[in-house]
C-alpha cells in the first residue's frame, strides 16, 4: 500500500462541510483510495473509493487530484455523529491484502 | 444495507476457557474476515476465509481457529484463551474477490480475559 499522510486532527461545526485532506504522493497507477471512518468503541465504517474520477454516495464525495497525489474526502453536512476518526488508505483492490490502518485523522464536529 | 453482526458486544472470560465469538452477515458475501485491534497496534489481520470451508491465516493467527461451515457465517475460537487474547474482535465482510478495500465491519466484541 501506498504511503498516506493525514491531519491528526480537525475540528467542524454542525452543518457545515468537513473536508478532510489526504496526501500519497507515491500512490501507483492501478491503486485506489479509500476512506474508513471508525466511530469511538465501534466498529470500522466503509464510506468510499475512488480511482482517478470523483465519487459520490449518499455518505460522502470523494475528490481526487489529477496527479493523484492528494484526494479530499468531503462530507457535505456534518453531523454530531460524524466525529469520528476518518482513515485514508492507498492500495490494490485486488488479492487478499490486509486492511492496514494509519493514524487518521480526529474529525470533532461541535454544535 | 449490509449487516455484519458479532454474538457479543462485551466478554469476560477465565484464562484457559475455550472462547467461542460468532460473526454473521446477511449480504451473501464470499470473503470474511477476523481482525483484532489495540491501542497503538491497529488492526491486525488474525484469519480470513473466501468460501465455505475455506481459510487462510493472517498476520498473528496463533493463538486462534476458525470455521465457516456456511457462507453467512464465520467463528473464531480461542482454544486456551489468555491474558494477552484482551482485545477489541472486530469480524468482517467482502463481497467479491476483487475490491477487498471494501470490507463491512460488525461493532466488534470487547473481550477481557481475567
Known amino acids: 500500500d501506498a504511503k498516506t499522510t493525514q491531519p491528526p486532527s480537525m475540528d467542524c461545526a454542525e452543518g457545515r462541510a468537513a473536508n478532510l485532506p489526504c496526501n500519497h504522493s507515491?500512490?501507483?497507477?492501478?491503486?485506489?483510495v479509500y476512506w474508513y471512518r471508525q466511530i469511538h468503541s465501534q466498529g470500522p465504517q466503509y464510506i468510499i473509493h475512488g480511482l482517478k474520477n470523483n465519487e459520490t454516495n449518499e455518505m460522502a464525495s470523494l475528490i481526487i487530484t489529477e496527479d493523484r497525489k492528494s484526494s479530499t474526502l468531503i462530507l457535505p453536512h456534518a453531523t454530531l455523529r460524524d466525529t469520528a476518526v476518518y482513515y485514508c488508505?492507498?492500495?490494490?483492490?485486488?488479492?487478499?491484502?490486509?486492511?492496514?490502518f494509519g493514524t487518521g485523522t480526529r474529525l470533532l464536529v461541535s454544535p | 444495507d449490509v449487516k455484519v453482526t458479532q454474538s457479543s458486544r462485551y466478554l469476560v472470560k477465565r484464562t484457559g476457557e475455550k472462547v467461542f465469538l460468532e460473526c454473521v452477515q446477511d449480504?451473501?458475501?464470499?470473503?470474511m474476515f477476523w481482525y483484532r485491534q489495540d491501542p497503538g497496534l491497529g488492526l491486525r489481520l488474525i484469519y480470513f476465509?473466501?468460501?465455505?470451508?475455506?481459510?487462510e491465516k493472517g498476520d498473528i493467527p496463533e493463538g486462534y481457529s476458525v470455521s465457516r461451515e456456511k457462507k453467512e457465517r464465520f467463528s473464531l475460537i480461542l482454544e486456551s484463551a489468555s491474558t494477552n487474547q484482551t482485545s477489541m474482535y472486530l469480524c468482517a465482510s467482502s463481497p467479491r474477490l476483487a475490491g477487498l478495500g471494501e470490507q463491512y465491519f460488525g461493532p466488534g466484541t470487547r473481550l477481557t480475559v481475567t
Open positions: 449480504m451473501d458475501h464470499e470473503n
Open positions: 476465509s473466501y468460501d465455505v470451508k475455506m481459510k
Open positions: 507515491t500512490i501507483s497507477g492501478n491503486e485506489y
Open positions: 488508505i492507498a492500495r490494490l483492490n485486488t488479492g487478499f491484502q490486509k486492511l492496514v
